[in-house]
């Protein structure tokens, strides 16, 4: 992170990251909407993770609202393990905590 930031900050190169997640939303744009799914940010499977200093609850609107849209698209997560798990506010949310370098 950088100096100064607390240890668990999602550093700018992590978030520069995402829009490569993003890149198969957009090229799929124009074939038609799929149906999105709705993730609610204080849902009990993950309001209660720490988004650097805040919980998803409190501050996770944006981390939401990407994990409906990376859902309606069917893009996962790629998982620690190698394998891709389902894209939601408690997935993403762990995928940049451990890419933020």
């Known amino acids: ?7 668990s900050a999602i ?3 992590a978030m520069a ?7 198969p939303m957009l090229t799929l744009a124009v074939q ?6 709705l993730y609610k940010q204080c849902d009990s499977a993950w309001g209660d993770d ?9 501050v996770g609107c944006l981390m939401s609202s990407v994990s ?6 069917n893009i ?11 894209a939601n506010p ?4 762990k995928w940049l905590q451990v890419n933020q370098s």
């Open 1 to 7: 992170p950088p100096r100064g930031a607390p240890s």
């Open 76 to 86: 996962s997560i790629p998982a620690a393990d190698g394998s891709y798990v389902e």
């Open 68 to 73: 409906d849209g990376l859902g309606g698209y």
């Open 32 to 37: 038609g909407q799929p149906p999105y799914p």
């Open 17 to 23: 990251r995402l829009p490569l997640l993003l890149l």
């Open 11 to 13: 550093s700018i190169t």
């Open 50 to 58: 720490i988004m650097v200093t805040k919980t998803i609850c409190s």
């Open 90 to 93: 408690g997935t993403l949310n």
